[in-house]
């Protein structure tokens, strides 16, 4: 996580580095920093939390220079504190970082016999490594160069260096870095968000390289210390950082968003004159014999409700895994399998370590990413979008309906093409998603009536979400929507799993929040209702009209959304879950957008 930026060229770069951070805070929050080289000396402003408290800090000190670097942290290594917060220095050398340098405590233990360590971050060695070498004699470049070596982990630097005004040192390895070509000017930066208001003209860094910059050049080196050249790539999209308009939070406006944002995903995937899903040719589900998905949070629970599809519409073995749990545990993967990974970001550092490792063993990989500029988009043989747009709010909303909805394509495709499903059956189905973006509208006019509803929730300690079949991942949804910005205990539960053990939690008047449309799992589903109703539970029950209707007063509360086919009911149903933990939060009064502790991209493992 963290966003690294940097700039160097011939006019002022202060204001612009902060402009950059401010695109990159979804990257983390806990502190930023920047530093600049003013007639050829270091200079730096650092500053606990997020960025307005560094720019109110840069408004009193008012530090400048034509080179400069830039941080916005996600604390890894070292509470986050001031001191900790990066640019870190060392003698003549001011880093920035993103990633996890994992030999740092043998690295600091041998410099910490010449050097003194000033923070608890595993960044600072770096800088003390460079700087080292240059007092050893090194030129700026080979001190770099030789200190890369040294290193194992995760990375992307920006270094620069006192007396070398207009250079700028970068490298990665295991985290994004793009480098960006202006006029008189080069930068670098984490993604193209961060340089977008500075150029469209961009260089992807490769696994293993490192670059000087300077205003008029740039020098691409590979792990080898080969020098390179890496294809620019030209990015559509102009400067423009998403607003929040009249929302109160970008999660509040994303939420409402969903009914454009799902037909921008559906104009992709379903043709509404053939009726039929629209995939890529490249992408033959008669090919293989088996689809692994593999994801992170949110990404990881559309997966999941994209399994029942798979399995239910096309009789095609789909095995779900959580990126971190899959990459080490040496899968086995086979040829005839389609391996895809799914990610808002297309960054996350698990998901993208388990794409390589499926490309590594000859599977055939797919993406499906909202951002396609991003890596994995980059390194899959096949980048599906979602084109939900960008989402700023911590916690996804917009991408998990998005990536639904291009699962159940995808599904259908499957089905259709391995003669699982009649041509009634598509057709039923495909007006099903094309119906999507009228229920999700017609879902959000109950956001008055959840409102007040989240209002007795906001004075819980605990709840749990309960669903069966494609609802138990909207169950883990909820609760983690919950979980993340209100920072009540949640838990999801499938229905029938709750009596094996959590059902000993549930004391008088626990929340518990039933997913149950009106399908062929209902009756089951009520009868686990009653099961923690008679334990006291309070009830809130989010069906559909026919499910209202077959209910009776069993619940507490009951959340009626629009009746849909069961097959989209998972996408309806996520409206509820997700305006029932933004209203809690806000009655609590957290940070919906950046919540404690969290960062939207999580590029470290
Ligand atoms: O960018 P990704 O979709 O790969 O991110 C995966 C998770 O980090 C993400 O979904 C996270 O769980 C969200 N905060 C959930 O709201």
New binding site residues.
């Given amino acids: 996580m963290c966003g690294i930026i940097g700039i160097t060229g011939r006019k002022f770069v202060t204001d612009r580095l902060i402009d950059g951070l401010k695109r990159l805070e979804y990257r983390g929050y806990d502190s930023s920093g920047i530093a600049v080289l003013t007639d050829g000396s270091l200079q730096r402003e650092r500053a606990e939390g997020k960025i307005k408290n560094l720019e109110a800090k840069l408004n009193a000190a008012n530090i400048d220079g034509q080179s400069g670097i830039a941080h916005t942290r996600w604390a890894t290594h070292g509470v986050p504190n001031e001191t900790n917060a990066h640019p870190h220095f060392s003698g003549r050398v001011g880093v920035v970082h993103n990633g996890i340098i994992e030999n740092f405590l043998e690295l600091r233990k041998e410099l910490s016999k010449t050097r003194e360590f000033r923070t608890e971050t595993d960044t600072e060695v770096v800088a003390h490594l460079v700087d080292a070498a240059l007092e050893q004699g090194d030129n700026p470049k080979d001190a770099f160069r030789k200190s890369l070596k040294q290193l194992t982990g995760a990375y992307a630097f920006g270094v620069i260096i006192d007396g070398v005004e207009d250079q700028i040192f970068c490298a990665r390895a295991g985290s994004p870095l793009a480098i960006g070509i202006g006029e008189g000017e080069m930068y670098i930066g984490s993604d193209a968000m961060a340089l977008t208001q500075l150029t469209n003209n961009l260089i992807y860094l490769e696994e293993g390289d490192w670059a000087i910059l300077t205003p008029d050049s740039y020098e691409i080196f590979d792990r080898q210390d080969k020098p390179v050249t890496r294809e620019a790539t030209i990015i559509s999209g102009g400067p423009a950082m998403a607003e929040k308009g009249n929302y109160r939070h970008f999660m509040l406006k994303e939420i409402y968003e969903q009914p454009e944002t799902v037909g921008r995903t559906l104009a992709n995937y379903i043709d509404e004159f053939r009726l039929t899903a629209n995939i890529p040719p490249e992408l033959d589900f008669s090919e293989f014999d088996r689809i692994v998905i593999i994801?992170?949070?949110?990404?990881c629970y559309a997966a999941m409700v994209a399994k029942y599809w798979f399995e239910q519409l096309g009789g095609v073995a789909v095995d779900v895994d959580i990126a971190s749990e899959f990459r080490y545990r040496k899968p086995v993967i086979s040829k005839n399998s389609l391996f895809i990974a799914?990610?808002?970001?297309?960054?996350?550092a698990d998901?993208l370590a388990a794409l390589r490792y499926a490309k590594e063993h000859g599977t055939k990989t797919a993406a499906l990413v909202n951002v396609m500029t991003s890596t994995m988009a980059r390194e899959a043989d096949i980048a599906l979008p979602i084109n939900a747009g960008p989402e700023i709010g911590?916690?996804?909303t917009k991408?998990f309906t998005s990536q639904l909805t291009a699962l159940a394509s995808l599904a259908l495709s499957a089905a259709v093409t391995r003669r699982a499903l009649s041509r009634d059956a598509e057709i039923r189905l495909a007006r099903a998603l094309i119906e999507t973006p009228r229920l999700i509208k017609e879902s959000l006019l109950l956001d008055g009536q959840i409102e007040r509803l989240a209002f007795e929730l906001s004075s819980s300690k605990q709840a749990f979400y309960l669903g069966r079949g494609s609802q138990v991942p909207i169950a883990y949804e909820g609760a983690?929507?919950l979980k993340?910005i209100s920072y009540i205990h949640a838990e999801g539960y499938a229905a029938g799993e709750l009596k094996h053990g959590p059902i000993a939690l549930i004391e008088d008047g626990t929340p518990v929040i039933v997913l149950a449309p009106y399908d062929n799992l209902f009756e089951k589903t009520i009868s686990n209702l009653q099961e923690v109703a008679s334990r006291g539970a309070k009830i809130i029950l989010i069906t559909d009209e026919t499910g209202a209707k077959s209910a009776g007063d069993l619940a507490s509360y009951v959340i009626t959304m629009p009746d849909s086919d069961s097959f989209v009911a998972p996408i309806i149903m996520t409206l509820a879950v997700q305006l029932l933990a933004y209203h809690t939060a806000v009655h609590l009064g957290t940070d919906v957008d950046q919540p404690r502790n969290?960062a939207?991209?999580?590029t470290v493992e």
């Fill in positions: 994801a992170c949070g949110t990404a799914v990610s808002q970001s297309g960054e996350t998901t911590v916690a996804s991408a983690l929507k993340e969290l939207k991209s999580v």
